[in-house]
């Protein structure tokens, strides 16, 4: 039986992870929280909007309502990569080569590892950032789709249009699939492996009962899951059409309460599956096979993320009842 250790930290938990093998729990006040040997505090903002993990798994990438973006590392070093400014840090991306991304309104900021910047604007306030997993570009969400910018060169950006808001974006592992969710209950889709100059090929993914707010690929790319349903929703991604035509699998369906956060499994084709009353699951993809990882708690799931091994699961709550699960108990 999965054993767990729990933390409460009272308040709204935005970003779990793992910093190499210590987790971190960040916070909504702009608090992270390492657990390594003990508890260690770093207030690295005043109000916290956005976090990611760099692409080594080492730290953790921050922006706040302070105009900061901080790194914070796996043995404590706090790290800042851009002081106090006027304008909220809403979206923050890691890259390859130690690259670090960062929307402010409408201005994206590309810091790169030797010391250069690259700034792209846009005409509408950018929502989502993501770096493709091959070569330096970098795909922001706007209103009407995604702007696909290269960081090196004079290239102009690519444009990636559809209808709508779109507030989060990510590639699939393989670069084949661009993936946006969008202010409607809805994902759309775009095929990067088209012949240059061909007509873009758009992929709609409906019928989401509310928003979808996390999104996780499997870990070789064949399944995209999601919230914003009362089962995960998993699109199969491994034929070249991606999920056209295709049904998604509903995995740990109830009758209750909705799905509010995904985390597919780093080796096996296994997701976590958190739900708004705090309870979380794990559902072998294969046949939906079911595990119970934590009973319901205080506050719906709002993050959650594996280390590497695949052993330890970090999950946070919108109250802030946080915790390590061990699957092998």
Known sequence: MPTVAPIDLDDHCLAAAFLGDVPAFALAS??????DHGTRRHE????LLSATVTWDGQGLITGGEDGKVMRLSADGTETTLR???RKWVGAVAAGPQGA???AEGRQ??????DGTERVFEEARTIEGLAFAPKGLRLAMARYNGVSFAFVQGSAPALDFEWKGAHNQVLFSPDGRFLVTAMQENALHGWKLDGKPGAEQRHMRMTGYPAKVKSLSWSNKGKWLASSGAPSAIVWPFSGKDGPMGKAPLELGQRADTMVTSV???PVEDLVAIGFGDGMVLAVRIADSKEALLRRPGKGPITAMAWNRPGRLLAFGTQAGDC???????
Do not use: E, M, N, Y
């Open 30 to 35: 702009g608090l992270v929280v390492r657990l």
């Open 323 to 329: 915790g390590v699960v061990d699957i092998a108990g």
């Open 108 to 113: 994206a900021t590309v810091l790169l590892s």
């Open 83 to 85: 002081p106090a400014a």
């Open 100 to 102: 670090v991304a960062f």
């Open 263 to 265: 985390a597919c499994h």
């Open 44 to 47: 690295l903002h005043d109000g």
